[in-house]
């Protein structure tokens, strides 16, 4: 007889529970990727320890005793909570998408394309984390990540979105000043915006060797929204993507300071652990946002096309 404080095996109840669902050995042997006598043996187990008979045994199929049909309810009861506690875990996994992604890629091109998001999959509700650093996206906290760089980073799977390029933007008020823009050693009447190595990059895109003072840079400012933010309200010629800020091109709040695109060889890549490939809110998302990047790689074909790439 089985003790108060011990259940039996659970192998053992999940054997019978199959078995008295599906009304055969075989059926639950199927179910539960076994052997029929795998699960026989299991069930006799289970009535040995509980010292009663749960099944009458006939030659082609098996029926519950009257104890066996008390033991079979709960035991199917139990087994069908536990399925739909599962079922729930997967579906609030589902409605939940955990992003992680760069400061300026994340606030000038995805936030604000997220109601489109939100209107084709409204069942996700995105979590969305500025971080210049990469996350570790195996431990659990984010689900995926947008990343700049070359891809192929071990472990995770990635699809590539849009193509890291550059080039001088100034307010349209701007214009005139930054008419000698090409020359890196003639002075400007406005400064110079963001990264002095993305400048120095961008001329050596040009063919041009020569660093820039340190005194023709303006304010520094933490990420490339920032000192485009303080191009549009006049402050300097910013270097910046004219995908990224596609928008402030189209309403004229920001023009080129000069034709020419540079480009360093990277682009930003959505990634997510190659053990999530298969999760339902991680494809929904990665197709919309594909989808996205591949229209304005579509609107952006022309600074593309015309970027010069040089090594960082």
Known sequence: MVSGHRLPSLASIRAFEA?????????AAQELDTTSAAVSYHVRRLEQQIGVPLFVRHPNHVCLTQSGEIVAREAMNAFAAL?????????????RLSLTTLPTLGTSWLTPKLGKFRSRCPDILLGLDLSAIPEDLTAGRFDAAIRNGHGGWPGLHTAQLLPSIFMPLCAPALKDAAANI??????LPVPRLG???????????????ESV???????Q??????????????HGIAIGSPILFRNELASGKLIPAHDFVAADGRSFWLAYPVARQNSRKIARFSEWL?????????EARGFIRSAVAVEP
């Open 19 to 27: 078995a008295a669902r599906l009304g055969s050995f075989a059926k």
């Open 290 to 298: 594909c989808d996205e990047a591949a229209s304005d790689r579509s």
């Open 195 to 209: 990264r002095p190595e993305w400048w120095a990059l961008w001329y050596r895109a040009l063919g041009l060797e």
């Open 213 to 219: 003072s340190p005194e023709s840079f303006g304010t």
């Open 182 to 187: 090409a020359n890196p050693r003639t002075p």
């Open 221 to 234: 400012l933490s990420a490339e929204y920032l000192d485009v933010a303080a191009a549009v309200a006049g």
């Open 83 to 95: 399925r739909a506690s599962f079922i729930r875990a997967v579906d609030a996994d589902d409605a």
